[in-house]
């Protein structure tokens, strides 16, 4: 099945998607066992351990179906990693959300949980869902034109990390300021995408 116009593989993308799924108990379980403190875990570690897990799932599956450099294709099978990645934890946050106090606490209040959590959900698919698919597209881009794990992919990489981290940052410490890195970084990238082509 192909999507039209772009040659696409509608089925790549859903086998990318899943494998983004199926790496989130690996990151959860490294980023639980990790000695650092939530701050450190949550702008350096994180981000270096998922953009270097969807990075690797993505090389992996992908690289073989890429027999010609395009960038398209790397961002569209980047994006799907993430988006899967991004799905897969917004599930086990919002259901840790809802079940974490009931259990802990002891409370059995599903109507509370359930006004807390729609609210969490929200939120996250909002802002979570697109950033992963933005720090994913800057080095699914470089994969894509270069086909191989170089310095430009490292490089690319190295800039998702870090804007990663920088997200993170900013929704911890002041959420509007995350809510307009995002809204700037997908200018930037629209930008240059429009440029480079």
Not at 64 to 71: D, E, F, G, I, T
Not at 163 to 190: D, K, Q, R, S, T
């Amino acid at each position: 099945m192909q999507v039209r116009g772009k040659g696409l593989s509608v089925k790549i993308h859903i086998y990318l998607f899943l494998a983004g799924m199926a790496i989130l108990p690996l990151t959860a379980a490294i980023e639980y066992v990790l000695p650092f403190g939530r701050m450190v875990t949550m702008t350096i570690m994180a981000p270096l351990i998922e953009e270097s897990c969807k990075l690797l799932v993505m090389y992996i599956l992908a690289s073989r179906m890429l027999k010609q450099p395009s960038a398209v294709k790397g961002v569209g099978y980047a994006v799907a990693t993430a988006l899967g990645f991004a799905t897969a934890e917004n599930i086990y946050l919002v259901l840790s959300a809802y079940l974490v106090p009931q259990i802990m606490l002891g409370q059995s209040d599903p109507v509370f949980a359930f006004g807390f959590v729609w609210k969490l959900y929200i939120l996250r698919s909002l802002f979570t869902l697109p950033s992963h698919a933005l720090w994913a597209s800057f080095w699914g881009y470089a994969l894509g034109r270069e086909l191989v794990l170089n310095r430009v992919v490292f490089a690319a990489w190295l800039m998702s990390v870090i804007v990663h981290g920088l997200f993170n940052l900013m929704v911890l410490n002041f959420p509007p300021g995350a809510i307009v890195m995002l809204l700037v970084f997908m200018i930037l990238w629209i930008i240059f995408y429009v440029l480079v082509q």
